[in-house]
């Protein structure tokens, strides 16, 4: 069940009088998701985002630690991008992401923390039901849409990074514990053999069933091995994608020179997905251009993912590389066109 107070007009889109509204499930976590959530809720009063939840740094870290919970901070971010852009939910997204900092005392236990995050925790606390405390957070917020997170469990993110070693000129594999250092191992080398703890944790029951009967499953942007991949890592959520009657869409980063993949081009991405998960397939791939310097090889990675690629320009004006929500909603908007539900 999802808490959803109305259409959304669509902005600076043209859309047809017999446009179907598409169930529209998201995957990812943190930035990326948001973005993608950013702009699908201008296409889909039907939305669902699942959220990554192995997240083991900052706020989220500590209160995961420190409370045993799922880590907040990525769920938080989702519900934030679904506020819509009105007085109250402009209002609620800046509480939700606004974060303590005391500048005079270091310690102050406050420090760091998310508003929401603690409101999520407390909601966790007094219904003692992870989804129900993220449907009351959505209500409060006006959420368009329902935010889920892919496990009921915290889970851990572990790798391994392949390094050169200059005293003896050879390769060494070196283990990576947690999301936070995987996060940044591709500086020092290749990541490698990432998977998840415990490995064959339960999907979270809502979040199978809304892939399950969705119109389209929307995958990506995000961290590759920290956001994206993880949701091919979980035993079932990997086989409700794969088997869904759902159309599949995976959304290509806007830089592909992250801390993660350092030395990843565009079809080495796809590459990681389908060595991870062969049995998954997309129907459409959806990427920037500019950010594609082999497009004959990028185009094959995706055929042997089964998909058809989709080219846009979707980052802002400025050239950073963050995605324009209105840019992003009309190539979602032309990949679901283009293909049908």
Same mark, same amino acid.
């Given at each position: 069940?999802?808490?959803?107070?109305?259409?959304?007009?669509?902005?600076?889109?043209?859309? #047809?009088?017999?446009?179907?509204?598409?169930?529209?499930?998201?995957?990812?976590?943190?930035?990326?998701?948001?973005? #993608?959530?950013?702009?699908?809720?201008?296409?889909?009063?039907?939305?669902?985002?699942?959220?990554?939840?192995?997240? /083991?740094?900052?706020?989220?870290?500590?209160?995961?630690?420190?409370?045993?919970?799922?880590?907040?901070?990525?769920?938080?971010?989702?519900?934030?991008?679904? !506020? /819509?852009?009105?007085?109250?939910?402009?209002?609620?997204?800046?509480?939700?992401?606004?974060?303590?900092?005391?500048?005079?005392?270091?310690?102050?236990?406050?420090?760091?923390?998310?508003?929401?995050?603690?409101?999520?925790?407390?909601?966790?606390?007094?219904?003692?039901?992870?989804?129900?405390?993220?449907?009351?957070?959505?209500?409060?917020?006006?959420?368009?849409?329902?935010?889920?997170?892919?496990?009921?469990?915290?889970?851990?993110?572990?790798?391994?990074?392949?390094?050169?070693?200059?005293? @003896?000129?050879?390769?060494?594999?070196?283990?990576?514990?947690?999301?936070?250092?995987?996060?940044?191992?591709?500086?020092?080398?290749?990541?490698?053999?990432?998977?998840?703890?415990?490995?064959?944790?339960?999907? !979270?029951?809502?979040?199978?069933?809304?892939?399950?009967?969705?119109?389209?499953?929307?995958?990506?942007?995000?961290?590759?091995?920290?956001?994206?991949?993880?949701?091919?890592?979980?035993?079932?959520?990997?086989?409700?994608?794969?088997?869904?009657?759902?159309?599949?869409?995976?959304?290509?980063?806007?830089?592909?020179? @992250?801390?993660? @993949?350092?030395?990843?081009?565009?079809?080495?991405?796809?590459?990681?997905?389908?060595?991870?998960?062969?049995?998954?397939?997309?129907?459409?791939?959806?990427?920037?251009?500019?950010?594609?310097?082999?497009?004959?090889? %990028?185009?094959?990675?995706?055929?042997?993912?089964?998909?058809?690629?989709? %080219?846009?320009?979707?980052?802002?004006?400025?050239?950073?590389?963050?995605?324009?929500?209105?840019?992003?909603?009309?190539?979602?908007?032309?990949?679901?066109?283009?293909?049908?539900?």
């Amino acid at each position: 069940m999802a808490f959803a107070t109305g259409p959304i007009p669509i902005q600076g889109l043209n859309r #047809s009088d017999d446009y179907r509204n598409p169930s529209v499930v998201a995957l990812g976590g943190g930035h990326g998701l948001s973005a #993608s959530l950013s702009a699908l809720r201008r296409l889909s009063t039907d939305l669902t985002a699942v959220v990554t939840v192995a997240d /083991d740094g900052g706020s989220s870290g500590r209160l995961r630690n420190s409370f045993d919970v799922l880590p907040p901070g990525d769920l938080r971010m989702a519900l934030a991008a679904l !506020c /819509d852009d009105n007085d109250w939910g402009r209002t609620w997204r800046d509480v939700m992401q606004h974060r303590f900092e005391s500048l005079e005392n270091a310690d102050e236990p406050l420090n760091g923390h998310a508003v929401g995050n603690l409101l999520i925790l407390a909601l966790w606390e007094l219904l003692d039901n992870p989804v129900a405390g993220l449907r009351w957070a959505g209500a409060l917020l006006g959420a368009r849409g329902q935010v889920l997170p892919m496990s009921t469990v915290p889970l851990s993110i572990h790798g391994e990074v392949l390094e050169a070693d200059s005293a @003896t000129d050879t390769l060494v594999r070196r283990r990576i514990e947690g999301q936070a250092k995987i996060a940044k191992a591709g500086h020092g080398g290749l990541v490698t053999n990432v998977s998840l703890d415990p490995p064959d944790a339960p999907a !979270c029951a809502e979040a199978l069933e809304a892939i399950e009967l969705a119109d389209w499953v929307v995958l990506g942007p995000g961290s590759w091995y920290t956001s994206v991949l993880p949701h091919l890592l979980l035993p079932d959520m990997r086989q409700a994608i794969a088997s869904t009657t759902a159309k599949r869409l995976l959304t290509m980063n806007l830089d592909l020179e @992250t801390a993660e @993949t350092s030395g990843l081009d565009a079809a080495a991405h796809l590459e990681v997905l389908s060595r991870y998960a062969p049995e998954v397939k997309f129907d459409a791939i959806l990427a920037d251009e500019s950010l594609v310097n082999n497009k004959e090889r %990028f185009e094959l990675a995706a055929q042997k993912l089964g998909a058809r690629t989709f %080219f846009s320009r979707v980052g802002v004006s400025d050239g950073r590389a963050v995605h324009d929500p209105l840019r992003l909603a009309a190539a979602y908007h032309e990949v679901f066109t283009a293909i049908g539900s």
